[in-house]
C-alpha cells in the first residue's frame, strides 16, 4: 500500500511539472531587434511619442553585447549570439568564434515544423536578418548571403528589400555572376513582390511563401518608407498564425543604428517612435492569442548617444554623441507572454539565442 501510495506521488509530481513546462512553453515566438537601440535611444523615443508600447512588456533585463573578439560588437557578431546562442567574432554570421557554422533558432523552427519570416528596414542581405538565415565568415558578402537566403534557407516569408543582391547587373542588379536568385526563389514557390501596391493589394490566401523586396538596397528612413515596418510586421503574423503548429518571427528596427550613426538625434526619435509601432502590432496579436512569446531587444547601442536637455511638454530631446560607431554599453530587454520571466535582471546576448532553443526543444 505504501508503495502504490509513493509510486501515485511520483507520477502526480511528473504530470504537475509536465503541465508546469507546458504553460510556459510559448508556441510562436516573436523577437523583435531596435539596431542600435539603447537605453538613451529609448528615452528619446518616449520623449517622442509619449507611452510607448514598449511599456505594456512587463518583464525587463540587461544584456551584455560583447563579441569573441572585441568589447564592442558589430550588428553581425551580435545578431549572431542572438540567432545561434553562440558568441563569434565581429563581422561574423551564423558561425561561432572558430568559423563553426551554427544553426539558428529560425532554421530549427523550420526543421521542427513552425512557420518561419524576416521582417526588416534594410535589404535582407545585411547583418541582422543574415544572421538568422545565412552562414558566412564575413557580413559583406551579401553576394554569397542571397544565394543561401535562394538556394538553402526555407523560411516562409521575407519582407524588406535588397532586391538588386538578387539579380544580375543585366537586369539592373549587382550580381556579377549572372544568376537571378529571383527566379530560383520563384522556382522553389516563393511569391515575389517589390512594390508598396503589390503589398496592399496582395491576396494572402494564395501565397504559400512570400518574399517582398522594396528597394534595390535599403529603404529611406522614416517616414518615407512604404509599406512600414508596422504594416509588414502586421502581414507577416497573419500569414504566419495560421500555422497550427505555431511561428517564429524576427523583426528589425534596421535604422535606429544608421540615425546613431548619423549622429542625428531627430532621425533617432522617428526611427524608435517607427519601431515602437511594430512592437505595439506584435502585441497586440500576442495579447489576443495568450500563447505568443514576444521579446524586444537591441544589438548594441549606437553612437555613445546621452540626452543632456529635453522637454516632456514639447516632446523634445537634446542629444550629444560621443562616437560615430557603437558602444559596449549593456542593452535592455523586454518580454512579453509565456517564458518572459527568463529574460529578467542581468545576462548576456546568447541568452536570446539559448532560450528560443529551450522553448523550441520542448
Ligand atoms: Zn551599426
Redesign the pocket.
Given at each position: 500500500m505504501k508503495k502504490i501510495k509513493l509510486l501515485f506521488f511520483i507520477l502526480l509530481i511528473f504530470a504537475l511539472n509536465l503541465y508546469a513546462q507546458q504553460l510556459i512553453k510559448p508556441k510562436n515566438i516573436i523577437l523583435m531587434i531596435g539596431?542600435?537601440m539603447g537605453l538613451a535611444q529609448i528615452s528619446a523615443g518616449k520623449t517622442y511619442k509619449g507611452l510607448l508600447n514598449l511599456e505594456r512588456m512587463k518583464v525587463v533585463g540587461l544584456l551584455t553585447t560583447y563579441s569573441c573578439d572585441r568589447y564592442v560588437t558589430?550588428?553581425g557578431a551580435s545578431a549572431t549570439a542572438m540567432s545561434t546562442g553562440y558568441k563569434t567574432k565581429n563581422v561574423a554570421i551564423g558561425v561561432d568564434c572558430n568559423g563553426e557554422r551554427r544553426k539558428t533558432v529560425l532554421e530549427y523552427a523550420n526543421e521542427i515544423g513552425k512557420s518561419t519570416g524576416v521582417v526588416v528596414v534594410c535589404a535582407i542581405t545585411h547583418a541582422t536578418p543574415a544572421a538568422f538565415v545565412a552562414h558566412v565568415p564575413n557580413r559583406n558578402m551579401q553576394i554569397e548571403i542571397a544565394e543561401q537566403i535562394a538556394k538553402e534557407a526555407n523560411t516562409d516569408i521575407y519582407l524588406g528589400a535588397g532586391w538588386g543582391w538578387f539579380l544580375p547587373k543585366s537586369e539592373g542588379g549587382r550580381r556579377t555572376d549572372g544568376q537571378n536568385l529571383i527566379d530560383t526563389l520563384k522556382k522553389r514557390g516563393y511569391v515575389y513582390i517589390s512594390k508598396p501596391e503589390e503589398f496592399y493589394n496582395l491576396d494572402m490566401s494564395k501565397v504559400n511563401k512570400l518574399i517582398g523586396l522594396f528597394a534595390e538596397n535599403h529603404p529611406p528612413y522614416a517616414p518615407d518608407r512604404k509599406p512600414t515596418l508596422a504594416e509588414m510586421t502586421r502581414k507577416a503574423i497573419e500569414f504566419l498564425s495560421k500555422d497550427k503548429d505555431g511561428f517564429f518571427l524576427m523583426v528589425e528596427g534596421s535604422q535606429i543604428?544608421w540615425a546613431?550613426?548619423d549622429n542625428n538625434s531627430e532621425q533617432i526619435l522617428r526611427e524608435v517612435a517607427d519601431f515602437d509601432d511594430a512592437v505595439g502590432v506584435a502585441l497586440d496579436f500576442a495579447q489576443r492569442d495568450g500563447n505568443t512569446l514576444v521579446v524586444v531587444t537591441a544589438d548594441h547601442e549606437?553612437g555613445g548617444y546621452a540626452l543632456v536637455d529635453g522637454s516632456v511638454n514639447d516632446k523634445k530631446v537634446e542629444g550629444k554623441f560621443v562616437t560615430k560607431d557603437?558602444t559596449g554599453v549593456m542593452v535592455p530587454v523586454f518580454a512579453f507572454g509565456p517564458g518572459a520571466e527568463a529574460f529578467a535582471g542581468f545576462g548576456d546576448n546568447t541568452l536570446i539565442g539559448k532560450k528560443i532553443f529551450e522553448y523550441l526543444k520542448k
Open positions: 539596431d542600435g558589430d550588428s543604428d546613431g550613426h549606437t557603437h
